[in-house]
């Protein structure tokens, strides 16, 4: 079956620290998303990368889509105490999304 | 607000008891999706509904079955529940497969005692 690993799995920063988390898959795929979960909540999609290699900015996020297909990198440049949560990678299989990453838990100190 | 909507937000049972959690898709989308997801876990793909039909099935136990109705609204079955059932569970929508991303409910805690 399908294998999704992402890495780290938990994270404490300083405020103001840079954030790089990634992750790899088993298989190839065509879009990565990347959510962030916020404690008690559901999770948001933060950002959509569609072609290989593709570098994407929202604000203080920047994400790359690997371009063997199968990887992916999330990054967060000076962090604040908002960016606590959890972060997953999601990559769509046939048009459909239903693998989450494992997670990568953010803690950022102030 | 995602425009999803979940209920109830929280629901907390005996074992072997049988629960109904609802979900009420964004307005005007077809795809809804169902999501366990466990203390210290991720989030796991259960089942998905696409304008009615099943249209993919995760891990998805025998004892939970889920449907969606004409109006679009989904309902997730869970029977015979066992402790390791307690979780949080989240209702996401897309408008159709293709590129659309999911939104999510603000997900419903099951704590089986």
């Known amino acids: 079956g399908q294998q999704l690993n992402q890495s780290p799995q938990s994270m404490f920063i300083q405020e103001g620290e840079d954030v790089s988390m990634n992750c790899t898959s088993s298989?190839?795929?065509?879009?990565w998303l990347w959510y962030k979960q916020d404690p008690g909540e559901g999770p948001v999609l933060l950002i959509a990368?569609?072609?290989?290699?593709e570098l994407t900015s929202n604000g203080r996020l920047t994400a790359q889509f690997g371009i063997t297909r199968k990887d992916s990198f999330l990054n967060i440049s000076a962090s604040i105490p908002s960016d606590v949560g959890i972060y997953f990678c999601?990559?769509?299989?046939?048009?459909?999304?239903?693998?989450f990453g494992t997670g990568t838990s953010l803690t950022v100190i102030p | 607000d995602s425009g999803v909507t979940q209920t109830p937000k929280h629901l907390i049972t005996a074992t072997g008891q049988r629960v109904t959690l609802r979900c009420s898709p964004r307005?005007?989308?077809?795809?809804v999706y169902w999501y366990q997801q466990s203390l210290d876990q991720g989030l796991q793909f259960l089942i998905q509904y696409y304008n009615g039909e099943e249209r993919a099935k995760g891990n998805i136990l025998e004892r939970f079955s889920a449907q969606q109705f004409p109006d679009l609204h989904s309902e997730l079955n869970l029977s015979s529940l066992e402790l390791g059932d307690s979780a949080l569970y989240f209702c996401?929508?897309?408008?159709?497969?293709?590129?659309?991303?999911?939104?999510f409910g603000p997900g419903t805690r099951l704590t089986v005692l």
């Open positions: 996401a929508s897309s408008a159709r497969g293709g590129r659309s991303e999911q939104f």
């Open positions: 307005s005007g989308d077809l795809s």
């Open positions: 298989s190839i795929f065509n879009t």
């Open positions: 990368l569609y072609k290989a290699g």
């Open positions: 999601a990559p769509l299989e046939g048009g459909n999304q239903f693998y």
